[in-house]
Every structure is written in C-alpha cells, then in structure tokens.
C-alpha cells in the first residue's frame, strides 16, 4: 500500500483542533491542490474562500448550529459553487448565456466541480499531518452566510471544511459494505440480500458507538437514517438557490 491511498483510507473527521494557525505556504499548497482536480470541460465553476478573521469565523459557527469547530481551527475554507467568472465572460463577449448557466445541468457541474476541488484539498491537508472536518450547517441560513462573505449573484457557498492541527484522533467510523456499494454491470436489486447487509452494518455500527461512548449509545446506522430523513431541513434551498442565479432551467 502506497502513501497516499493509506492517508486516503485513514480518513476521519477531526473536530478538536490546537490554537494553531495554518502557515501562509499550508494554505496555498492545500488551495492549489484544490485547483489540481479534474473539472469537468474545464470550467472550473467554484471559489473557495478563506476566513481567519476570529469574530467572522464565530458567526459562521453560530450560522451553522453553534458548531465550535467551525471558529476554533487553522483556518475555515468555504467552497462555493461559482459562475460569476463565466457571467463577466458573457459580458466581455456580448453574449446572452444566461440559459445555461441557469441550466440544472451547470448546477451540477458547478457543485461536482467543487466537491472535487474539496476533496483534493482534504487530501492535501491530511498527508501534511493536518486534520479536517466539512462543515455542511453552513446552508442553514446561507442568505446570512452570503451576505457576511459578500458573495454576488451566481455563487453559492456549499460547505466548509475546517482544517487544522488535531488534538485528537477519534476511532475511524466503518463505512458501508464493499458489496453494498460496488455493483458490476448493473444494479444489484436483491432486497433480500441488501437489507441482511444493512442489518450486519447496523450491527458493526452500534459496536462502534457503545465503544466510543462507553456504552452509553448503541445507535444503528439504519436507525439514524430513518430519523435523519423524516426530518425535512433546509426546504428553503431550492428557491434560494434559483435566486442566486442557478438551477432555473
């Protein structure tokens, strides 16, 4: 096993992270990492934004449900879907592309474009013996997130991702079945033998909490779903994001 896919597998979210800020050169290095993944017809449709002003970095953690982790890091990187560039490039050219970039298509590129570039900085950060966590509270009140990173139309701010040194490193949480989530060929529809898989994760899953919590949880993976997704959040985020210029089409 080579270097990198071991960091890639040693993968965990980090949430307790030293009073320690990132270097100049960290930041650059893990933003031009970002910019080394693919794109798709070389759009490149996001920007990433950078806070270290502390009282700024307080209130996106109080945007995004009081999580502390989000003002106490190295630094605090927004991804953002983004194709204000491309409509100054409609300007600069005299053309009307608003159809496009309206399109649901783009908006999908634009959000794939980003989750790639963020990945690749995650990455980047971790095999410099950093730690991160992605920080999707931020879209519980994007309107207030946007107008405190003064984003213009046709930017959306996705998520953060805090980066910084860690202060501990929490077990790895199992992720689902290899067989559960690689199909060959085709969709694998056996219900039968998908929900025996589920069960077994379940099982792996709550092992994992009564250890981490000294038996004082022993949540399942299938459990969490069922509570997660019968509690609809974030319904503002259509119209929001049409707004903004996106998904319109």
């Known amino acids: 096993m080579n270097q990198v896919i071991k960091t890639i597998l040693d993968h965990r979210s980090i949430r307790k992270f030293a009073d320690k800020a990132l270097t100049e050169e960290q930041i650059k290095t893990i933003v031009q990492s970002a910019q080394a993944a693919s794109t798709s017809s070389f759009v490149q449709a996001y920007s990433i ?26 630094h605090f990187f927004v991804f953002c879907a983004d194709f204000y560039r491309h409509q100054l490039i409609a300007e600069m050219y005299n053309q009307d592309l608003d159809e496009v970039l309206e399109s649901t298509e783009k908006f999908m590129v634009a959000v794939i474009d980003a989750a790639l570039a963020a990945q690749n900085a995650v990455l980047a950060a971790e095999s410099m013996g950093l730690g991160a966590v992605y920080i999707g509270g931020l879209r519980n009140k994007l309107e207030e997130v946007c107008k405190l990173l003064k984003t213009p139309a046709r930017v959306v701010p996705l998520f953060g991702v805090a980066v910084g040194y860690p202060l501990a490193q929490p077990d790895q949480k199992q992720r689902l079945p290899y067989e559960h989530v690689y199909h060959e060929e085709e969709y694998e529809q056996d219900q039968e033998a998908y929900i025996l898989q589920l069960k077994q994760y379940d099982q792996d899953i709550s092992r994992y909490y009564e250890k981490r919590t000294n038996g004082k949880r ?20 259509k119209e929001f994001v049409e707004s903004k210029g996106f998904n319109k089409q």
């Open 49 to 74: 934004i950078g806070v270290k002003d502390k009282q700024k970095k307080e209130k996106l953690a109080e945007l995004a449900g009081g999580q502390a982790y989000v003002a106490e890091n190295g």
């Open 218 to 237: 022993n949540d399942t993976w299938t459990g969490q779903m069922a509570r997660l997704l019968s509690n609809p959040t974030r319904m503002y985020m």
